[in-house]
Structure formats: C-alpha cells, structure tokens
C-alpha cells in the first residue's frame, strides 16, 4: 500500500500539488523542482521534490512572492534546514566529548 | 464560539485603509508562515492573520464584518445577533477558516468546490487534499522492515456539509533503511476528495530520533566511548555497543583521545550500502584517586619524561 521510492510523473504532481500544467513547469524553469528526464513527458519527481513543490505553492500563495523569490526562499530555507541539522550533530557531539 | 478581532490581530485601526492592512498583513505573514517561522504557534497564528486579512482585504466582508463587530468583542463567546444572514455573493474562498469566519460568511461547501482545479472532470467534483505529517522513528527501528500505528487528524465532510477532523489510525510498513527526511505516501489516505473526486495522499515525513549513544552522519553512526588512560596507554579489548548488540574492539597501544575506530558494517542500513560505526575513544579520569592509585601515578610522573605541553612553549 505505501510506497517510498516511487515518483510522480508531470500529470500527478500537478494534481498533488494543484497546480496547472503551465504553472508547474515555471517552477522547474526556475529550478525550484528538479525532475528526472529531459522533457515534460518524461519528468518524474521523488516524494520530497513533491513537498518543496508543495512549500514552494504555499509561499508564492501566502507572502504574494514572485517564482524567483520562491526559489530564493525555498533555497535558503533547505540550506537553513541543513546549516541547522549540521550545527545540532556537531553541538551534540562536542557535549559528548566534554566533561559535565 | 469566540468573536475574533481581524483589526486586533493584524495590528491595524478600523479607519486604516487598504494599503495599511496590507503592509500588516505582508509582515505578519513573514513573521508567522509555517514554512519560515521558528515559533512555536506559528502555523495557528498564520492561519488568523491570513483569515483577518482575507476579511479586510475584501470590501464586502470588511462592511459586512464592521456591522457584526459592534455586538463582539475578541476572545468574548459570540453568537451572531438573531436573523443574521451573510450577504449574497460575499462569496468564499479556498482556505481553513475558523468557527467564527465560517458563522458570517457561509461555509456551504459548493463554494469550496469552486476553487477550480486543473484536472477537474467536472467544476463540483476536486481531489482531496494531500497531508503530510512527521513520523519519528528510532535507529533501531530502521534496521529492518517495522510496521508502525500512527494516528493522525484527518478532515472529513461531517452532516452539516462542514469540514471536520476526525482521528484515524492506519498501520503502516516502515521500510529497512529509510533515511532522516525520507518521505513515505500512502496512496488515498489524505483527506477525501468533493464529489466524485479522489482522496488526496498521506505524506509521512521520516524524522529519526536522537539516540542517547549514537549519532548520525549519512548512513554512518559515531558513538563516543570513554575509556581509561592505562586502557589508551597499554591498548586494550572493549565492548562496545552497537545497534544491533554489544561487539569487542581493540584499542591499540598509544591511543590518543579523540582517536577514531571505524566498525565496518555497524551503521545504518542505506539504499546503495550498509553504513559504519565510528568509535570514538575518550579518555577519562576516576573521579576519585585512592591512596594506592596516587602512589602509582606518583612513580609514572616522576620516571616519565612526556612533556604534554610541549607545542605550546615559545
């Protein structure tokens, strides 16, 4: 019933995220979504390209961004996801290394 | 249900005009999106200034709002004065609105299922929402395939037409070796679709729980073992802990704090590879020398000639 490695092809990506055709394809032209494949016909996307599609939707929607500001947003937020999971590791294991 | 104060909640007057309103919403919207903001309430928060600005962006809900305000207070329980009927054509748009927004201006669903959609066979018929949640697991857990109960909320068209949320529970197969981040999407899980459109999808979203010994870094692990200056000095045999049970190592002989051991194999199972356990030695002290200990470390001080601070003299 679940599937991790599955992906979506153009036509349900769009319906997941609920988004025209038109529109989706701006947001790879922005490189906001990097599809595997060459053309529209042959893009498939993982799980998590879904959800920064999903995040990228909501940001345009919510702050009134333009696709380059999305793409600005969404890159800086996954580097801040990452700079943080990467400061969390090393706090953690400095604590490990020191004395109380 | 409770009055809400769309002018108190973006921070703006009653007399302020459009653009001010939108300046206000434009921060807060800043301050409080989900996808951005690091407080606590945030998506909460979100969800009442983009209702409050949905209201006074709008002429015909800010008029109709201003004549209803005059028997409301915010946080104050409010019943909309007798024979209260929102205006036609307030209209209604896409969004999940409080008890207090659906009550003035109306939350018949038809109008939900204008939100037009790109695929729609019909315009009275949409797909369910997708749902995403988190779904912690332990290291351990990804060891081999588990199957999980989560429950989550999901929405539902309850008697009145209205969306509510209902708790359901689904056992789910959490695969061998999902990684930190990985998504996982059970088909027609999320919520049900309008008309004769399909449910949305269930996205569970991987998050692995902070261990007390391990650490990740990819698929590795690194675990920091504290051993005794004699067992660094002389070299010693260990036991270690790993995911999978207690294993031996050797420390060689002149081991230094900080050292690193890698344990082929003992990390976390990966898609390509099996990831390895890094261990990493820490010298320790006893917390208590006894007399006898003292003795020994006073012979060793004054036959050795090791100087540790030999880098740091001028």
Redesign the interface.
């Given at each position: 019933?679940?599937?991790?490695t599955?992906e979506l092809d153009l036509?349900d990506v769009?319906?997941?995220v609920?988004?025209?055709?038109n529109t989706f394809i701006k947001m790879v032209e922005y490189g906001i979504v990097e599809p595997r494949g060459e053309t529209p016909t042959e893009w498939s996307f993982d799980?998590?390209m879904?959800?920064i599609a999903?995040?990228a939707v909501?940001?345009r929607r919510?702050?009134?961004l333009n696709w380059a500001a999305v793409a600005l947003?969404v890159e800086l937020?996954e580097e801040r996801e990452q700079l943080q999971a990467e400061n969390e590791?090393l706090n953690?294991?400095l604590q490990?290394?020191l004395q109380e | 249900m409770e009055f809400k104060d769309y002018y108190k909640i973006l921070g703006v007057k009653p007399e302020d005009d459009k653009k001010a309103i939108k300046t206000a919403y434009r921060r807060l919207a800043r301050k409080y999106h989900p996808d951005v903001s690091k407080e606590h309430d945030a998506e909460a928060q979100f969800k009442l200034v983009a209702e409050a600005y949905e209201v006074l962006s709008s002429d015909e809900k800010r008029a109709e709002y201003d004549q209803l305000r005059q028997y409301g207070t915010q946080g104050q329980p409010f019943t909309p004065p007798p024979g209260w009927q929102h205006g036609e054509g307030a209209g209604y748009s896409e969004g999940d609105y409080s008890d207090f927004f659906e009550s003035i201006f109306g939350a018949d669903f038809h109008h939900r299922a204008t939100g037009a959609h790109a695929r729609s066979e019909d315009r009275f018929s949409r797909r369910g929402q997708d749902i995403e949640i988190d779904m912690p697991i332990f290291l351990e857990d990804t060891l081999s395939d588990e199957t999980k109960t989560i429950a989550y909320n999901l929405p539902h068209y309850g008697e009145t037409g209205r969306m509510e949320d209902i708790r359901k529970t689904l056992k789910v197969k959490i695969p061998k070796g999902v990684t930190d981040k990985a998504r996982i999407r059970l088909k027609g899980q999320g919520a049900p679709g309008f008309g004769n459109g399909t449910p949305g999808d269930l996205y569970l979203k991987i998050k692995l729980v902070p261990h007390p010994l391990f650490d990740v870094i990819g698929n590795d692990l690194s675990i920091t073992v504290p051993v005794a200056p004699w067992e660094a000095a002389l070299g010693a045999s260990i036991e270690v802990p790993t995911l999978s049970g207690q294993i031996k190592v050797t420390i060689k002989p002149d081991s230094q704090s900080g050292n690193r051991l890698r344990i082929k194999g003992k990390g976390l199972s990966g898609k390509k590879s099996q990831g390895d356990l890094y261990v990493i030695l820490k010298i320790v002290i006893p917390d208590k020398t006894d007399a006898e200990s003292a003795q020994l470390w006073k012979t060793l001080a004054s036959k050795s000639s090791f100087n540790p601070r030999s880098d740091l003299t001028n």
């Open positions: 019933m679940n599937d991790h599955v036509n769009c319906d997941a609920e988004l025209p055709r799980l998590t879904v959800s999903r995040r909501r940001l919510d702050l009134k947003v937020i590791l953690q294991r490990r290394f | -």
